[in-house]
C-alpha cells in the first residue's frame, strides 16, 4: 500500500471503501443518476477519494454497471458477492484482501461527504488505542428527539478533536430520545450519529460473525452489536452533516446546489 493510504496523523494505513448496491428501493437507479454530469457513484467516489488519495479509495459494487459508472472518476470499483446481507459485509469481502490497518466506510449516496469527516474518524483510531471501531454525531436539537429516523448518540465526553469539537467515546445508541433531561422533564440537546465508520481492519473482519445482539435486532441499530460484544467505539462531534440522497427531493435539493456552486 503506497504512502497515499496514510492516516490522519501518517501512522496507520488506511483505506476507504465506498460500499455500493444498485438496487434502491425509495428512489430507483439512485447510484447511477446523472442529471448532474456524471453517474452520483462516481461524484461520491471522486470526493472521498480526496481523503487520502484514489490509490487508497476503491468502490466495492455489487453490478457491473457501477463498476463500469466509476470507470472516469478515477477510483478504482471491484464486484464484490452478492449474497451480501450489509455493507458492512460487502466492504469486509474487499478488506480481506489489502493490508490496511483502518478501514473507513463511506456511503455511496453522500456526494457531499466532507473530506476533512473521512480523515477525522480515521483518526479517531490514531489517538484512542483503545477503540475498535470509530463514528461521529452532530448537534441535534430537542424538537427533533421525538423522531425514531434520527439515531441518537450518547457520547463521554474525553476530550476535544483536532477540530476543537468534543470527542470521547459512544456509550450507546438508540432511536429514543436521550439523553433525558430529568430536571427539565424532556429530551435534552443530544447528537444525531451519522453513517460513517471507521474499523480496525482485524475488528471489521470479525465483525459479520460477531451474533446479532438482542438490542440490535430491537433497535434495528447494527452498531449495537459491537457495543454488546465489548468493542469500544470512539465518536467525535462536528458542526454540520453532509446531506444525503434518498429520495427524488434529495437528488433534486443536490441538483440545486451543485448548479449554484462555482
Request: net charge neutral.
Amino acid at each position: 500500500m503506497t504512502a497515499a493510504c496514510r492516516g490522519y496523523t501518517g501512522g496507520l494505513r488506511t483505506l476507504v471503501l465506498i460500499p455500493a448496491r444498485r438496487a434502491s428501493t425509495r428512489l430507483p437507479e439512485k447510484l447511477l443518476l446523472a442529471e448532474h454530469g456524471e453517474p452520483l457513484i462516481a461524484t461520491v467516489a471522486r470526493r472521498a477519494a480526496q481523503a487520502f488519495g484514489p490509490a487508497a479509495t476503491i468502490v466495492c459494487a455489487d453490478d457491473p454497471a457501477l463498476v463500469t459508472a466509476c470507470a472516469g472518476a478515477g477510483v478504482e470499483a471491484r464486484m464484490t458477492r452478492l449474497d451480501h446481507q450489509s455493507g458492512t459485509d460487502r466492504i469486509a469481502e474487499i478488506a480481506a484482501g489489502s493490508d490496511a490497518e483502518v478501514i473507513v466506510n463511506v456511503q455511496g449516496d453522500e456526494p457531499e461527504m466532507d473530506v476533512g469527516h473521512i480523515r477525522l474518524v480515521a483518526g479517531l483510531l490514531e489517538r484512542h488505542p483503545w477503540a475498535g471501531m470509530a463514528t461521529l454525531a452532530v448537534p441535534m436539537p430537542p424538537a427533533e428527539q421525538a423522531d425514531p429516523s434520527k439515531v441518537k448518540l450518547v457520547l463521554a465526553e474525553t476530550g476535544r478533536a483536532p477540530t476543537g469539537e468534543p470527542e470521547g467515546r459512544a456509550l450507546w445508541f438508540t432511536r429514543a430520545p436521550a439523553p433525558w433531561d430529568r430536571d427539565a422533564g424532556g429530551p435534552g440537546r443530544g447528537l444525531r450519529h451519522l453513517g460513517i465508520y471507521a474499523y480496525r481492519r482485524e475488528v471489521l473482519l470479525g465483525y459479520g460473525r460477531l451474533p446479532a445482539s438482542a438490542l440490535e435486532q430491537s433497535e434495528k441499530l447494527e452498531q449495537l452489536r459491537a457495543l454488546a460484544a465489548g468493542i469500544a467505539i470512539a465518536a467525535a462531534v462536528v458542526a454540520h452533516a453532509p446531506a444525503g440522497i434518498d429520495t427524488r427531493p434529495d437528488y433534486d435539493a443536490f441538483l440545486a446546489r451543485h448548479r449554484n456552486t462555482p
